[in-house]
Structure formats: C-alpha cells, structure tokens
C-alpha cells in the first residue's frame, strides 16, 4: 500500500489524461480519507448518489478505463498515459509483491505522481459494490440511488442488527448451555437464563425483525412472525399449511394466525403439553375463538399439566362475554365442569358456592344477550349435574327474564325444565317424556304453574310462548285441556257471528288471539263438539291466521266431518 | 340490499323470478377467490364452506349432467378437487374438517387404528361434519364418465369404525375423539342434535347390506340407542333440542327428524313420490305437537317502517326489542280492521319462537316437514319464496341471514336448497333428507355400490391368503410388508 499522506495528495492539475477523458473525474476528490477534510472545491456535487461516487472513485483510480474497454493499449494517445493505464491495471489487480523491489519503485511512483487514489484499489471490494448498488431496499429503490447521508444511515443500521445478531446469538448459546447443565467455572453457578433475559431477547427480535424490514423488506428475507421472534418457540420447527393449487373455500386469513396454526400443528403432532402450548391456544382463541380444536388442545394441557379448574374458569368468563355467539366456549366450560364436579359433590358449600357464582356469571352474560342458546344449553345441564332445580334463585333469575320479557321462550323454556325435572315434584329420569303425564308431579305445583301462565298471558294474549308453557303443564300434570276452557274463551267473544251492522260472517266476533282459538278447537275436539272445533278452525283459515291455512285445514280434516269441512 | 322495492299491494305484484345467473356470478366468485378474513371463524370447517360452494353450484347448473359440463368447474377441476378432498381423509378413518388439520404423512405414523393406542391421538384431526361434507362434496364432483367411482379411494371400513367410536354411552354422538391426559378417550362436540344426523348420514352412504361374516362387514354401531336418544329430545311443546331439557330449535328439529328417517331409509331410492315414511318416524312420542311446532315457525314478514304514533299496536313489549327489529307480531286488532296484511304477504320462518326471521329456517323447516312427509301443512309456498328473494335475495347473487344483510356461503347455500326442494324451475331438485340433488344421491348410491363390490372382492382374495397360510402353516413376515393384512 503507498503511504496515505501521498495518496490524499491533490492530483497535479493538467498532468494526467484523465482528468480531459473523463468529465467526472474532475475535480477528483482523495475519496479514500474522510470526506469532511474535503475542501469545497473537492466536494461531490450535492445531487450524487452513492453509486455516482463509487463510479467515480473507480475512475480517478483507473483513468483510460473507459477508452480501453477492450484493454487494447492502441487506444490511448501517449507511452505516458499507457504507462499509467498499465500501474493502475497492475496496482489493481496484481499482488504487486510479485513484481520485485525496483518494480514495485517504478510503479508506486507512476501511481502517486498521478494520484491515483488507493481506496479504487481493491477491484473485487468495487465489484462487491457495484453488486449492493444494484440491489433495492425494502421500498424498492437501488442503493445506489442513495445520497452519502442516507447511505450512512443505513449502514448504521446494519450495524446495528449485526451487534443485536451478536447478543442474540449469545444469548442463545447460553440457553444452550443452561440445556446442558452447564457449570460456570468462575463462579460456581449453573448457567441459569433468567426471566428478564428472555424479555430482553423478545425486545432484541423484534428489534432486529424491525430493522430487517427496514434494510431488506418483508420480500426475500421472508416475514417473522410474532412466534418466529420469540425466544420460546426457537425449538420448535412448524409444520406450516399449504394448500395445493386447487383448493376449495381458502380463508384470506392474517399472516399472524396462519403462524399460529403452524406452530398449534407441531406441538399437536409432537403431543407435547405444557406452559407455552396453553399460551398458545390463548393466542390463537383470541385470533379465532371458534376453532374446536384449539379448546380441546387446550383442555388436553389443563388436565395434563393439572391446572387448577376455577380459574381457567375465571378466564373463560372474560372470553365468553367477548364472543357471545361463540358455542366451542361452552363446551369448554360443559367439560371442565364434568372435571372439576368430583372434587366438590361430596361437599355441599363447595357446591353452593360454585353453584352461586356459575348462576351469577350466567346472569351477567344473558343480560347480554337473553337468548343465547348456547348459554340456555349449558345452564340446563349445570342445573342438572349440580341439582339446582329447587334453588329459589334459579327459579327467580328465570322469572326476572319472563319479567323483562314475556316473550323470551328461552326462558319459559327453562323454567319449564327446572319445574318438572326436580327428583321432588317428578318421576327421576326419562321414564315419562316431556309431553307425556307424569302422575307423580303435584297438583298444587299444577295449579301454580297453570296460574302463572296465565297471568302472563293476559299481559299479551298474542305471545306463542304463554300458550305453549300452558297447555305443556296440562299434559305434564295430566289435567284436561277443558280446565282452561273459560281462561281461553275470555280471548274470542262471538265467533263466526254477524255484527250488528249485518256485514257478513265473523263481522261480529272479537279475538284476541289467536292461539286461544287454536286451544278451543283442540278442546272442543275433545269434548266431542266437533262443530265448534271446525268453526275455530275454520276462522283460522279465513281470516285470523291466514299464513298457516294448511296446518289448520288438515286440522279440519282430521275432525273427521267430511263435507262441512270443505 | 334485497331488491327493496316497497311496492304498493295494488295491481297484484308478479312474482319475483330467481336470478340465476347472478347467483351463479356469485357462487363463482367464492370459487375462484379466497373467501373473506371473516370467515375466519370457520376456518376449522372448512370442508363445510366447500359444501355450500359446490352443492350450490350444482344445484344451479341441471343442465350440466350428460357430459356437457358445468362452465364453472371442468371435468381436470373435478378431479383435482376430489384429489384435494380426499387428502383430508385420515388413515384411522374419517376425514379431516380443515386442511389445517391435515399433518403430513408422518405424524400419522404412530397411529394404532384398531388398538386406539396411547399414541393415538392424531384421531381427534378426523371429525363427524368434515367426514359428512367430504363424502358430499366427493359425489358432487363426481367424474361424469364415472359416477361409480365417486368413493374411490374412501376407507369404507376405517370410517366406519371410526364411527362407531363417535357414539356415547346415551347413544348420541360427538363429533370428535381425543385422548386427553389421564383421562382416556373423550368424545367431544357437546349435545347436539346435528352429530347424530351426521352420523346416521355417514351410515347411509357407506354402511350397505353387508350381512355379519360377509367380507366388508363392520360392525354397526346401536342405531335403537340413537333412535330412542333421538326420540327422547321432543319437548314440551313438541319440537326438538339437544335434549328436552332444553329450548327446541328448527334445525335441531330438522336433525332429529331426517336422522330417523335416514336411519331406516332403503338403500336406494325408488322414484316413488313421496318415499316411504320411515317407520322410525311414526315412533315420535307427539306427532301432532310436532307438526304444530314446525308450522309455527312461519310468520307474517312486516318491514319494519319508522315508528308512528298511529300505529295502533296494542302489545307494549314490542317496542322493547330493539334486536328483533325484523320480528314484528301483526296485531290482530289491525288485522280485525283491515284484510291480513296485504294481498301479498311476505312470510318469513324462525328458528325459535319468538325468535328473528332467518333464511336458512325457511329451509330447516320446510326440508323437515317435507321429510315428514307433510310438506302441504307448509301451506302457500308463495309468501315464503317471496320473502326470499324479495327480502334476502342479495344484488350481487346470494342470500343473507337477515333482510338487508350481506349474503354469505351458508345462507345462500340454504337459500337455493329451500327453493329448489319447492321445485324452483332451472334448479335440481333437492333430496330434503340429505340435503344434496336427487341426482347426487343417485351418485352416492352407486359409489357405495363399487365400494361394496370391491370389498366383496378383495375379500375374496384374503381368503385366498389365509388358506394359504393355513398351508404353509405360518404367517410368512413379509406379507405385512406388502400390505396384504
């Protein structure tokens, strides 16, 4: 290498050929020391980019370049101007040791009384170069686009991730050892990886994921996922979901849950349960809550792991009010709780107080939404598994709901199961079906459910739910439906009969639902008054609920009266 | 938005016509494209949006059998779909829901499928509806030339043990099995009526007539326990839940009534029309309670309009229910004073009572009845088709869960099979037990016939090798090796 001092000498102005042949080489700048000892008059025009520059450099470095591209010496003018073609393509390319002592004399002097700057010397360095320029950055635009001052910045980025790379890399080999229960010499100690060095090296990956993008783009270097960064995950390898060319219904879903389920299906197929596994299926639960089989591995981790119950009970609260039309959280809770019974049956405070706080959660959530069938679904099994039929406050939270709303069927529906499926007031078991008599239910339980259905119905006679909850506890407490038949001749007066005005058939009569007429037919049939059941039937058709004309006319064929029912 | 033209009642309005090809553009879109992030949810049953894609398509396309081809899906399509299909199936019998649950080949390796190992645990990727779409979806792309051989390549035998295992002890059915940790099998998917029709679905199309010691026979699972588990569901106010502890629902409804009568159904469909009711069906404790609940379901569509101080509504709770904007209970005191609603009522059906209006109910109730053999107690046909393509019927093809909604692959799906079970003109008509054309089923006929045959078949030859090993006197190692059992 020449002395430095020589090399950042200015060129002799008019001595070299170079400086006529090549417009960018004038003014040349010694590029090889630092730019701010630059004069103004040596300074790069503000506009240049990095690749302007290196060419640039490689010109002062390598003068008749351009002229020689076919390295033919005839080109050039002068002996002089080959002479300094010929050092710089020696200095450049040759080890020059090789050429001897007076050699290396001869040709270090061409080189300095031309200037030739050292820093275009090392010609596989400028082609590395050129390559870089070549290459785009994250937003697509070459390198070698770049001003000197961006230039900088990104290479102080890349140094940057090459120290975090380094520290990640330590930290990784001490992992390793920690693994192989790695005694420090010093100290004594195993090599122990604490909590705070895996919360550094999450923040260290992601730090270097987010430079990577910056420097190189989420094309080529390929995306790192939360996963991918985190230091837990490092062992295992996932097993990532490829469809092949024809495939039906693709989900356009989030790179983060395609990651997610790449790492679900390698723990899944390792079977392995633990910690992480379980942090995992909350994290994919909160991407897709609706997904069977993330709760079922997540409940395979519970019990493996023997988690205490309550409080992944706790958890799924939270989750649930969140999801309310989520039906795979229920089953979830549906199983913990057929795991979780055995260890309080025999204990009947452990059993209440569950009891208490299921009924309250229950409570809260279909304030939310008081049809949730999912919810109605469970609640009836807890009922059942817990032996709650007879607790006032089950009763009264359901009466609350008809309260709120007299139509909400879920409800009727449910008081229904807690009135006639308690072991006290009913045959245990599926001995009678629902919509079959049961003697042993009581007459005065008979009496109290016949007389709430009709204060409920009065409040809106035109509500399906009413009727139905009615004529179920009739047959359930095997009463006949005549017992109603006043209560239900209150909601039709004059049926079929003319109006004062004599507009015609029906002009006079007055009903106010038409469930009631529905009931009067069935009752009447029963009686035997076969006409009065086709004459309710009949209004059906006509006029009272038209759209169901052809239920309620084969209703009208199945009385059996021919004729007068065509 | 549904083509919403409040129209005045008079002159009578014509009908409304099914806009096939704009369902058809529709339906092509969802084939060719990925479906939207929010399907997400649904990821894990993906076989499932499949079904509604091409069954879909299908029916919309009656013209395409004969070798002229539906344009949408070409014959190399339909193979390499079928392809795709069966690489959802699992080596211990059944079929994969998603293809995020299909591992490559060696994580199967330590799966005992008779044993149900310790290692095992890869059984729970197969599951009951993926396992239902895929032999669906398999008849349905079924190569034209070759309708036979539909089922090539399904593990008739390790799906129906696989199967078996599936039904609990009350005689329902999950959906899924896992092996949780010290606990044994567990048989997930909660108590749900659509399990035990999916598993007397899966029956049907596989199971055949193989008698007891026949070659291809499997054992079958308690088809009494499912029927009396089934039986026991009807509520109080005679429809069906997941028990009749709970609220009845019109699909549940659907469920109970078509898995009855799948489960006693002839293995090949006669022209006959109406079929045989089952006689599993005339088994249902109430019969008349449950025509009754069915044909509740429907009511009287009003569109809601601003609210008026004249509207004369006697029912005070009405105005409470904000969510059921589109559950509006005619008051019979306006209906006293003017004709029902209007000349051209549109009538919508719920899933419960009290409940919203809901395309695919108008199907589970209609398809339910019609598998009770009681479709006429559906009354006109009309307001409900109306209502459909009036009120859910979407601009750019396809049907919605709620007037005014975004159509998506299920409602539509169930949208089309109601109009064409109600004999739409150009649609196929639908078989109301197993959802799929009448065409279709013709081909799962035939396909389980192959498979059957070539049960009987190979079973021949695996005589062949016992008596030869009965000869020799020894089983030699290498026959394993070769995959003969």
Partial sequence: MPPKGKAAQKPKAGSSAAATKSPAATPAAPLSTKSTKATPDQQQPQSSTVAEKSKHNFTLCHPFEDLTGKNSLSALPTQADQLVWFASRLVTRLPVRSIGAKGQKDLWKTVNDHSLPPRGFNIRKHQKRQQQHKTADSRGRDIGEYSTKEWELRQEKRVTLSCLQLQSQRFRELRDRQKRGFVDSQTGDTVLVTDSEYLEEKQRRREMDRLKKELYGTQGMGRQGKLALDPEWDDVVPIVVEDPENALAAIAYSPDYAEAMSYLRAVMNSKEYSPRCLKLTEYIINLNPAHYTVWLFRAAN??????????????????????????????????????????????????????????????????????????????????????????????????????????????????????????????????????????????????????????????????????????????????????????????????????EGGEGEGTGEEVKSSHALDLLAEIYKEQGEKQKADLCLRRLVEKWDRIRGGYWQWRRDGLGLGEVAA | MAADTNSPADPPNPEPALDIDRHLKYWKMCLQSPLPHHYLSNEGNRTALAYFIINSIVILTPNSNNNTESPLITPQDRRKLRQWVLSHQHPGGGFSPSSSLVFPLQGYEQWGPETGSQNAESAGLANAPGTLFALQLLA????????????????????????????????????????????????????????????????WMLRGDVKEGEPGWVEDFDTEKLANYILSSQTYDGGFAGSSQEEPHAGYAYCAISALSLLDRPLTTTTTNPPPTSPLLSRIRDLPALTHWLTSR?????????????????????????????????????????????????????????????????????????????????????????????????????????PGGPPDVYHSCFGLTVMSLMGEPGLRKLDGGLAVPEETVKVIERARGKLLKKARTEGKGREVVVLGVMMRGARPGWLGAVGVN
């Fill in chain 1, 302 to 499: 519970i019990f493996a792991l023997k988690l205490p119950i309550l409080d992944e009970i706790t958890w799924l609260n939270q989750i649930a009010l969140e999801n309310l039309k989520n039906y795979q959280i229920w089953h979830h809770r549906h199983l913990l709780v057929e795991n979780y019974y055995p260890s309080i049956s025999s204990d009947p405070a452990a059993l209440s107080a569950f009891a208490a706080s299921e009924r309250e959660f229950l409570t809260q959530i279909l304030a939310e939404d008081t049809k949730n069938y999912h919810v109605w679904s469970y609640r009836s099994w807890l009922v059942g598994k817990l032996g709650t039929w007879f607790n006032p406050e089950e009763l009264k939270s359901t009466e609350d709901l008809i309260d709120q709303d007299v139509r909400n069927n879920s409800a009727w529906s449910h008081r229904f199961y807690l009135v006639f499926s308690d072991p006290e007031n009913c045959t245990p078991g599926d001995k009678y079906a629902a919509t079959e008599a049961d003697p042993k239910v009581p007459g005065q339980i008979v009496d109290r459910e016949v007389g709430y259905a009709e204060g409920k119905i009065r409040l809106a006679p035109q509500n399906q739910s009413g009727w139905n909850y009615l004529r179920g506890v009739l047959v359930k407490g095997g009463r006949e439906l005549k017992s109603v038949q006043s209560f239900a001749e209150e909601f039709v007066m004059g049926l079929g009969e003319e109006g």
């Fill in chain 2, 140 to 203: 349905l792309l079924a190569d034209k030339d070759d309708p036979d051989g539909a089922f090539n390549g399904v593990d008739r035998v390790q799906t129906l043990r696989w199967l078996r295992r599936l039904q609990r002890e009350d005689g329902s059915f999950g959906e899924v099995l896992r092996l949780l940790p010290g606990q044994g099998w567990f048989i997930g998917g909660g108590y749900d009526m659509r399990y035990c029709y999916i598993a007397a679905s899966i029956r």
């Fill in chain 2, 298 to 402: 429907q009511f009287i569509y009003l569109t809601p309009s601003p609210p008026s101080p004249t509207d004369s509504d006697p029912s005070p709770d009405d105005n409470d229910e904000t969510e059921d904007v589109n559950f509006l209970l005619p008051s019979l005191s306006s209906l006293s004073l003017s004709p029902p609603s209007s000349q051209h009522p549109l009538v919508a059906s719920n899933g419960r009572t009290n409940k919203v209006a809901d395309t695919c109910y108008t199907w589970w109730v209609l398809a339910a009845l019609s598998n009770l053999s009681q479709l006429p107690l559906f009354g006109d046909w009309l307001p409900a088709r109306r209502f459909l393509l009036e009120k859910m019927a979407h601009r750019i093809g396809g049907f919605s869960k709620y």
